[in-house]
T-cell receptor
Framework: AQSVAQPEDQVNVAEGNPLTVKCTYS??????LFWYVQYPNRGLQFLLK??????LVKGSYGFEAEFNKSQTSFHLKKPSALVSDSALYFC??????????????FGSGTRLQVQP | NAGVTQTPKFQVLKTGQSMTLQCAQD?????MSWYRQDPGMGLRLIHY???????DQGEVPNGYNVSRSTTEDFPLRLLSAAPSQTSVYFC????????????FGQGTRLTVV
């Protein structure tokens, strides 16, 4: 079975500082990893994904994520936070072995609060 | 580009009532799914479909039915609403390969009283 853990319910950071939102995963085969962002009263928007190749993945709005296979982690990062980055962030995983159901498994979400 | 469209955006139901949440996508995606979002629990898969005429259960299917008569539409039916079904419901679609991202609708906030 596949699973995702986001250990922090909330992350607070000052505008201009770097931010990290943590994610760890568990799958049987190789993982396909995704980050989504949810603004208030909106659906989830895709930020970036790791499929294969370079461990550092760049995505929308200046976000990037680092895949670490030995630590089974996929942390989301941004060098300089903006107040407008304040939102709810979800990490999700699919197992390459799950060619049947192909469902995304989501973490519980991390609320990012960027203070001016 | 409409993407994934869900209706209604908000709904209040009485216990025991039934209703259908609508979902339509215009991207010709073969894979569609329904999730519910509850505080502190992330999104949990209710039902999914890998193509027209094919549906299957996810993690939390009890109390819900789906059908997929066309590629575009994937309605979710609540058979007899219960307060435990108070949640925000999201429909998503994707190309269907395991390495493709999903596109989400705006959500339906359902309250069962």
């Amino acid at each position: 079975a596949q699973s995702v853990a986001q250990p922090e319910d909330q992350v607070n950071v000052a505008e201009g500082n770097p931010l990290t939102v943590k994610c760890t995963y568990s799958v049987s085969g190789n993982p396909y990893l995704f980050w989504y962002v949810q603004y208030p009263n909106r659906g989830l928007q895709f930020l970036l994904k790791y499929i294969t190749g370079d461990n550092l993945v760049k995505g929308s709005y200046g976000f990037e994520a680092e895949f670490n296979k030995s630590q089974t982690s996929f942390h989301l990062k941004k060098p300089s936070a903006l107040v407008s980055d304040s939102a709810l962030y979800f990490c999700a995983v699919r197992d390459e072995m799950d060619t049947g159901r192909r469902a995304l498994t989501f973490g519980s979400g991390t609320r990012l609060q960027v203070q001016p | 580009n409409a993407g994934v469209t869900q209706t209604p955006k908000f709904q209040v139901l009485k216990t025991g009532q039934s209703m259908t949440l609508q979902c339509a996508q215009d991207m010709n995606h073969e894979y569609m799914s329904w999730y519910r979002q509850d505080p502190g629990m992330g999104l949990r898969l209710i039902h999914y479909s890998v193509g027209a005429g094919i549906t299957d259960q996810g993690e939390v299917p009890n109390g819900y039915n789906v059908s997929r008569s066309t590629t575009e539409d994937f309605p979710l039916r609540l058979l007899s609403a219960a307060p435990s079904q108070t949640s925000v419901y999201f429909c998503a679609s994707s190309l269907g390969r395991v390495n493709t991202e999903a596109f989400f609708g705006q959500g339906t906030r359902l309250t069962v009283v």
